[in-house]
Structures are given as C-alpha cells and as structure tokens.
C-alpha cells in the first residue's frame, strides 16, 4: 500500500473524519470497519482500490489530486460493444492488425485519470494501448480482438470509475485529422526544403556580387538542384496529380496551370544546372511549393468551415442525452446512445433518439418531423423520434435508433446530399473556369513566345507568373461556398433548402403559389367569433371538456385556464352537439339546428348576430332552459403573419396566387381579407387541377408551389420550386425543393431575400474573381509579377472568396441547436 494511502487511512480516527483509501471523500458512518486500515465510501472505491493493488498500480495514490466522486460502477455488461454493427460504426483495423476505438469515457478530470486510464494495458490481457484527452474525456484505445473483447476492456474501464460510451463521429474526425495531418508534413517538407535551397541561393548571389570561383558556383547550382528535385516528388506531387487527373478527364482544372508553370520552372532549371549557364529557378519553385501549399490548406479549412454550415443534424438533435441504468441516471453526450437504452426525457425537452415509450404518458409536438400542427398523445409502447418534442410529462424511453440511424437522420440526409445538386450558376461558374483555364494556357504560351523573340531576360518568368496568378480557384470557389453558406445558414433559421437551384429560381420574381389550409391559415379549428356573456363560457368548457371534437378543441385553446363547474350529467348528440346539466341548468352546446329543438326564447341581438356571421365558419348556438344565450364561430384561422407577408412578397414583384381544395366561398372570403385578386382565389381545385394549374404557370416563367405536402405533393413535385410548410414532413422533403420548420408565412419573405442576397453575393464573388484574374494576368504579361508574388497573390484570391462567402449577407443569423429549432415549431 503507497504512502498516501496509509496517510488516508491513518487520518480516520473517527466516523466523521474517516476518508476513502482509494478517492480521499469521506466514509459514511455504517461503512466504517474498525478492525480495517483501509477504509472504502463504496463498494466501487473497494473494487478499484483492489484492481489497482493487485497489479502493482498503488502509484496512483501518489498524485495530489485524485477523483471527484466516488466510483460508481454501473453494473453494465457492455455487450452492445460486441455486436457487428457497433464494430463496424465505431472499430477501425491498425496496420499491425489490432482492433482500435475511441470512448468518451465519463468521470475523467484530472492527471491521476490520465496515469489510471493509460494503465489499462497492465490490468487487462490482449489490451495493446490506452491513450486519454483529458480534455474531450477522449480514450483511443487498441486491443487484439482475438484475446479479449471490447466488453472485457469497458467493464475494466467501468470499474475503475470511467463508465464508457462509444464516439460518435471518429470516421469525419479520422478523415479530417489525417488529410491535415499529412498537408502539414508536405507544408513542412516543402518548407525545410525551401529554406536550404534558400541558404545555397544566398551563397549563389552573394558569388555573384563579390566573384565565386567556378567550381563553387556549380557547386552550389547542383545542391539546389538536389534538394529542390524531393520538393516536385512529394509536397508539390499534389499539383501534378491534380494535373494529371484533369488530362486524364478532358476537363480543364486548376492545377493544370500551375503544374505547367512549376514543370517549366524545374525543366529550365535543369537545363540551366548541366549546362551551367543561365538562372536556375529552384529558390522560387521550392518557395512557390511551400506557398501554394500554405495556401490549399487555409482554402481547405475554409471549405470546412463553410460545409459545417450544413450539418443539419446537429442544429435540431440534442447534444447530451440523461440514459437510466439500475434506476441511476446519469448525462451522456448524445452521439453515445446506443439501442437498448433507457433514456429519461423530460416535459419541455427533445427526444435525443427513436425509440418506445417504456414509461409514463404525455403529448409530442411532432410538427418538425410529421408537419402535424396539433399534440399528439402517447403512452406505453407507442413510437417516439428524434427531434420531437415532449410537452406535458416525464417519459422513459426505450432507444431503438440513435444518430445517424435515426429517423431525422435519415430524411436530413436527403437534404445534404441534395445540396449537392448543382445550381445552374454554379455549372456556369464551372464552364466558365474551364474555359478560363484554356485562356490563360493559350496567354501563356503566347506570351513566353512573343517575348522570347523579343530577347526578355524574364520570358519564362513572366509566363510561369501569368500561369500561376489567373489559377481560377477563386473563380470556381465563388459560388459552390456562397451557396453552401447560405444553405446552412437557411437550416439554421429552419428553412431546408434542397439544392442551390432553388435559391436562384427564388431570387427572381414570379408566380408564388400557395394552398390554402395549413399554409394561409392555421391548419386547425379555432374560435373567431363570440356573442355572448363571459359566464357563459365556463359552461360551455365544462360541457366540452371530454370531448375530442375538433369543436370542442378549438374551445379549449380558446379559453385555457378557466375554472369550470362540476358537470352532473351529459350526453353527446351524433351530428348535433352536447347537452348536459350544470348548476340544476339544462345547457345544450352544438349546430343552430340541433339547439333550435328545444328552443323557446332567441334575444333579438342574437338574431342580428345569427345573420352578421361569417358564412364560411361553423356556427355553435349555446342555450340554457330553452333561451339562447350566445353564439360562437369556429373555422381554420388565417395566420396572423399572413397578410403583411404577401403585401411584403407582391411589392418584390410576386404574383401571389391562392390554390384551395376548399369551397369556392370559403376561399373568396379568405382572399377578400389577404386582398388576393378575384381570379387569383382559386377554389374547389383537385389535386388533378393543381398539377394542371402549375404546369399551365410554368409556361409563363418560374412558378412556386407552397403546401403541405401530401394532397399537394403533385403540383410541388411539378414546380419550378417546390415548399413544403408544417404538414406531411416526410412527403415534402421527398418531394419539395424546400421545407420550412417554421409556421407561418413570412419564413417565405425571408426565404426570397435570403436567396437574392445569395445571388448578390456569388456575383460579387464572380466579379471579383475575374477582375482580379484580368488584373493579375495583365500584370504579369508586362513583367510585373515575379512567379513568388503570384505564388502570394493567388491563395489571396481564393481566402478573399472564402472570407466574402461566409461573411456576406445572406441569412440572418440565428442561435443554432435543437432549442432553437422547437421554439420556431412550438
């Protein structure tokens, strides 16, 4: 036993001051054994301290700092870890053959945890290495599959105090960490290389200014040549390989140019060194590797940092998770759920995985997913997912998919790989970098050419230059990233967006057509008109308190919170209404002709009421004994957003257009309020007659297609634009170009100037581009530009594109995470 261990043990003279041998906290009172010097909090503490002493680890105890809670095994039998779909997510193969994982492992936070984790080679056969971040809790850990199973190495893990959940994303992060790794070393190469051809460079000029004897100078001539030959074969072989790629293809690609500019360097240079006359090149070819590198990796990260705009799960799914295992619960980060869990989600929460409700009874907001508008119940046994949200109570959870394997992965899935649809200013933008290229090859070689017969000195390094200034980098980032930026920014503000196509029809005026319920109105039956008493409402709720009438719903979020009085009796009228007895009343509740039966007196406001009412909303009567005494209106309420967002749209030039299943009367009424014009109120239309209407449109020009998706999911599919709105989720992103999580209208404002923004800011990007290409390329022509400015000057170009398309004004930016996301649905 260390010393600090005895020290714990001695320091325990009583009860109250005894400490754990292995974790330093304090022994609850019954655990205390007198006849002991080793005093343990837990049977957890016990079992590591006996691991630990077993195998020779008491250095542990060493360290100053120490756990900061007690071990508390969780009891698992990790088995999951076995199982072939686990390997194959989340185990990788070493060159060596061994099995090799990466586990968040809980409980880590300081050195000890580090020394203890690291350690696990020496607790458990077959274990190779155990390597810990203590700052991401991030264990890399590589073992022979053939001695040992992975369920062996977590239960160590486990009960030493690191309970382990397997991480999520190691494939993105393997990738992205290997890709940088290996730039890093050519940039580092390259840079190596570049300074000592330098160093003999300076020997060169300072030979030339003070007199070098010949033997020196081609010396010196062939060390250059010697180191600057590796520089070609490894860091600068990307350019070649690129190059080659795009003879290979018949299409034009950037690196072609500068792969002709760095081979004629290098060729020239050669010639130069066996003949020993003229200059050499390699201190500015080994420079412009190493610059051009340093360049296509800052390029790189900032495509990265553009394409993590998009990642769209990540901006709806929660990123921890509380799993319950042996009735104790603990928080783990999402990308740790496994199937089998149990996971506890509370009211006001998102649900982090697909899975059955094991325990408890609530509502679900599933409005993102499903587009219903309305709670839905569930209780044991019924389907959660992903993304919804939990209203009313605590509910225990069953995984049976998590993360990518979810439900709302796999429909956002769609999404991101549809963004990958080109639009068709990027494919411009792409014809137009090709034809670029060939440009400036033909201004090239046009240029060594002119200026060889004029004897320049500087020919071949004017037309290196020229080569590598107007690369179209820049030209061909210009739009794909502005693109990208926005569709992730869209995401972020609940807008889906499909492909870039979509945001350059939207950028220009057209036809926007819009289905009338759930996407004009809400979608749901709500009181907009009462005449009547206040007393009489308490009544009326009691009455319909247990009913699932959509009426009586629309009474309920009408009039939340009232108090109401016991109800002694009541039936319910099929097709008629409810009569019950309240306060020894006799109260009848429903259409006018089923109150009428047993009415005796009518007020004459009443009457006047009657005949004020709207025609295209469902009237309820309300009687007591026999004498009406109110009456209510009830029907699918136009959004509140609804008319300042198309006034918003037709003053940008939209033709608005209402396109309704519903009667003829129903949507004049509704355009006479939204000022639609006679014709452009369209009732009684088929899902028949809305794909004609749009195809008839289309002729016209760019038509937009907004519905719900599944009784409009013809004419979306037909549209130059299709939007899906809050109904039928699954159908619109099949379907749709666009889905907007959002209710209301005026995510379709912010959806058009959003997509004209985007356009502004990839034609300031082409324009800057091809500005910079002429200027460069003039500049260099007249000799202007050395090969190393243009080496400097070109990465500059495309940063500049990078920067603009992230920094330019497209979406608004709005707080990202799942948070977010229910708010806009709620």
Not at 106 to 131: D, K, M, T, Y
Not at 174 to 183: F, I, K, P, T, V
Not at 250 to 279: C, Q, W, Y
Not at 475 to 496: E, K, Q, S
Request: net charge negative; charged share 20%; with cysteine.
């Amino acid at each position: 036993m260390s010393t600090e261990a005895l020290r714990f043990a001695a320091a325990a003279p009583t009860a109250t001051d005894t400490a754990c041998t292995h974790c330093g906290l304090a022994v609850p009172e019954g655990l205390v054994d007198a006849q002991s010097d080793r005093q343990f909090c837990c049977t957890g503490c016990h079992t590591a301290f006996t691991i630990l002493h077993e195998h020779g680890l008491d250095s542990y105890y060493g360290f100053a700092e120490r756990r900061e809670a007690p071990v508390r095994a969780s009891g698992r039998s990790y088995e999951e870890f076995d199982h072939p779909a686990f390997a194959q997510l989340y185990v990788t193969t070493t060159a060596e053959g061994l099995a090799r994982t990466e586990l968040y492992l809980e409980g880590v936070h300081c050195a000890s945890c580090v020394w203890l984790v690291e350690r696990i080679p020496l607790l458990q056969s077959g274990v190779v290495r155990a390597e810990l971040d203590v700052r991401r809790s991030l264990a890399v850990v590589e073992w022979d599959a053939s001695v040992v199973p992975l369920s062996t190495v977590a239960r160590s893990l486990d009960l030493l105090g690191y309970p382990p959940h397997p991480f999520r994303g190691v494939a993105r992060d393997d990738m992205r960490r290997r890709e940088d790794r290996a730039m890093l070393v050519r940039i580092g190469m390259a840079g190596a290389i570049a300074i000592n051809v330098m160093l003999a460079a300076l020997a060169l000029y300072a030979g030339e200014v003070n007199g070098m004897e010949s033997r020196f100078t081609t010396f010196f001539r062939w060390v250059s040549f010697a180191i600057t030959v590796p520089a070609f074969i490894w860091p600068g072989r990307v350019f070649f390989t690129g190059a080659w790629a795009s003879l290979r293809t018949k299409s034009l690609h950037m690196d072609l140019p500068i792969a002709i500019a760095l081979a004629a360097g290098l060729v020239r240079g050669s010639i130069n060194t066996f003949t020993g006359e003229g200059p050499i090149y390699f201190d500015g070819l080994a420079i412009l590797i190493f610059a051009l590198l340093v360049g296509r990796f800052l390029q790189q990260r900032g495509q990265r940092m553009a394409a993590d705009a998009a990642e769209l799960l990540h901006a709806i799914a929660p990123s921890t998770a509380r799993i319950v295992e042996q009735d104790i619960i603990r928080e783990v980060p999402a990308e740790a759920l496994l199937p089998g869990m149990v996971l506890d989600v509370r009211a006001g929460e998102t649900f982090a995985a697909d899975g059955l409700v094991q325990a408890g009874a609530s509502s679900v907001n599933a409005a993102l997913l499903t587009g219903e508008s309305r709670p839905t119940s569930v209780v044991v046994g019924m389907p959660v997912f992903a993304g919804t949200l939990n209203i009313e109570a605590p509910l225990r959870i069953l995984v049976e998919q998590a993360g990518e394997t979810s439900r709302i992965a796999k429909l956002l899935r769609q999404v991101e790989d549809s963004a990958k649809r080109r639009a068709p200013i990027v494919q411009m933008a792409n014809r137009l970098a090709g034809i670029f290229t060939a440009v400036v090859l033909v201004a090239a070689l046009a240029t060594f050419v002119i200026k060889t017969q004029l004897n320049a000195p500087a020919a071949l390094d004017d037309a290196i230059a020229l080569l590598i200034v107007t690369c179209p980098c820049a030209l061909a980032l210009a739009t794909p990233l502005a693109i990208t930026v926005a569709v992730g920014r869209a995401a972020g503000n609940g807008m889906l967006i499909k492909g870039g196509d979509a945001l350059e029809l939207l950028a220009t005026p057209g036809t926007l057509v819009l289905d009338k319920t759930g996407t004009i109105t809400e979608g749901r039956t709500a009181l907009t008109s009462w005449v009547g008493p206040e007393w009489v409402k308490p009544l009326v709720l009691a009455l319909e308190e247990g009913s699932s009438h959509p009426l009586a719903d629309g009474f309920r979020r009408a009039w939340p919170g009232l108090d109401t009085p016991p109800v002694e009796r009541s039936q319910h009228v099929v097709g008629g209404g409810l009569e019950g007895v309240i306060n020894g009343q006799i109260i009848r509740v429903g259409s006018p002709r089923f109150v009428a039966q047993t009415l005796t007196e009518t007020p004459d406001h009443l009457l006047a009421a009657i005949t004020a009412l709207d025609p295209t909303h469902t009237p309820v009567h309300i009687a007591i004994d026999g004498v009406l005494v109110a009456l209510a209106g009830l029907g699918d309420q136009i959004r509140e957003d609804a008319l300042a967002s198309l006034q918003q749209l037709r003053a940008r030039g939209w033709r608005t257009v209402m396109l309704s299943g519903d009667a003829t009367d129903v949507v004049a009424s509704v355009g006479r309020v939204l000022q639609f014009d006679a014709q452009d109120a369209i009732g009684v239309a088929s899902p028949e007659d809305k794909l004609a209407f749009i195809e008839r449109c289309k002729k016209a020009g760019t038509v937009v297609m907004v519905g719900d998706g599944v009784n409009d999911a013809a004419a979306i599919a037909a549209a130059s634009v299709g939007i899906g709105v809050h109904g039928g989720a699954e159908a619109c992103l099949a379907t749709a170009d666009i889905y907007l999580t959002r209710p209301g209208l005026s995510a379709l404002v912010e959806l058009t100037e959003g997509a004209r923004r985007t356009m502004r800011v990839i034609r300031r990007n082409i324009a800057f581009s091809i500005g910079y290409n002429l200027i460069g390329a003039g500049m260099a022509m007249v000799g202007l530009l050395t090969p190393l400015i243009a080496a400097v000057l070109m990465p500059t170009s495309s940063i500049t594109v990078v920067l603009g398309s992230w920094y330019g004004h497209t979406f608004a930016r709005r707080p990202r995470g799942a948070a977010a996301i229910s708010e806009n649905v709620a």
